[in-house]
């Protein structure tokens, strides 16, 4: 979390219009820090997900550290489950996933998720602690990288080879759960 916490706030200094008028998800939101950090650098829509358990204490911290009149919505979103129309957007501009492939079992439906809620002008930051590193270059190679451009993205402040930054853009395919799960049953 702290690599995108650090780069969002880089991005801000560099340019105090940088969130100004966009549309930001954070999926797996866990406490909404990235969420909240956007939307009080002045992202024009903020959607945090995570899933329903983890719901209320992302709605405390929202609260807690923005006023009422905060443009954050609360949304429980199961990746791979075909909810991602309840997001109701038109365009996500950046969309921030922070250590969501901990277990890589779920990795497909979060692809999937992704490749329903980007357009071809979308910026994915992804950030992620390696745990697996054979499964999770296995991931990026053979499902993230035929979908997207997939690019290293600098560690403000952080020295640790194991935390990982990326920024997937340039979305030119699309990922099937459906078809995946048929293809390795």
């Not at 071809?120 to 979908?147: C, H, M, Q, S």
Request: proline residues 2%; charged residues 25%.
């Amino acid at each position: 979390m702290l690599l995108i916490l650090n780069y969002l706030q880089e991005r801000y200094q560099e340019n105090n219009d940088f969130f100004r008028g966009k549309t930001i998800i954070e999926l797996g939101a866990g406490t909404g820090l990235a969420s909240i950090l956007v939307s009080l650098a002045g992202a024009e829509n903020v959607i945090s997900t995570d899933r329903g358990e983890a719901l209320k204490l992302l709605e405390y911290n929202i609260k807690k550290n923005t006023n009422e009149e905060n443009n954050i919505r609360v949304e429980e979103l199961d990746w791979g489950e075909g909810e991602e129309d309840k997001l109701n957007i038109d365009h996500c501009d950046i969309l921030i996933v922070s250590e969501c492939i901990y277990n890589l079992r779920f990795g497909p439906h979060l692809l999937d998720t992704l490749s329903k809620i980007c357009d071809e002008n979308t910026i994915v930051l992804f950030a992620y602690a390696t745990r697996n590193k054979e499964g999770e270059v296995e991931y990026f190679n053979d499902l993230v990288k035929p979908i997207f451009d997939v690019n290293n993205l600098p560690k403000i402040g952080i020295d640790d080879e194991k935390l990982n930054f990326v920024q997937l853009s340039n979305k030119h395919g699309d990922f099937s759960l459906e078809q995946y799960n048929n293809n390795n049953n």
